[in-house]
């Protein structure tokens, strides 16, 4: 026979968890309070991201809210290439602050972090060698 042996929990810290898009990248967002430590896809937000540029996009609802270092972020994304992978979760958590604090709505929406970025890339037509860029043309 086995004996179970319950170790006490900690207590549950609500979790708010919201989705993000960009381009083809699409992030599940989930904030927990905590001491700013964000996680994607397993790995340090700073080893993922390896672009200053692209850390800086996905800190930019903490910054225009004024959250910094006040929760902490796990984040799972997929598709899509680094950029539109960043602004997926930069659209992700931005949706998981106004989830949990409705008064937020305000400077992100100021911030334009609310509205999701529908440019997606346009397709190829017959005839072109991208979506417009033509065969060069020769006079002779």
Do not use: W
Not at 78 to 105: F, S, T
């Amino acid at each position: 026979m086995h004996t179970i042996v319950h170790t006490p929990r900690e207590k549950k810290r609500p979790a708010f968890d919201a989705t993000g898009k960009r381009k083809c990248g699409i992030a599940r967002v989930r904030l927990q309070a905590g001491e700013g430590k964000i996680i994607v896809n397993e790995k340090p937000a700073e080893s993922y991201f390896g672009r200053e540029v692209l850390q800086m996009i996905i800190r930019q609802p903490f910054e225009v809210t004024g959250t910094v270092g006040k929760f902490d972020a796990n984040i799972n994304v997929c598709g899509g290439g680094a950029a539109g992978q960043a602004g997926a979760v930069r659209h992700g958590i931005a949706r998981a602050l106004l989830e949990m604090n409705p008064d937020l709505r305000k400077p992100l929406k100021t911030a334009g972090l609310l509205t999701r970025d529908a440019r997606e890339k346009e397709r190829r037509k017959v005839g072109c060698r991208k979506a417009r860029r033509r065969p060069q043309y020769s006079k002779r």
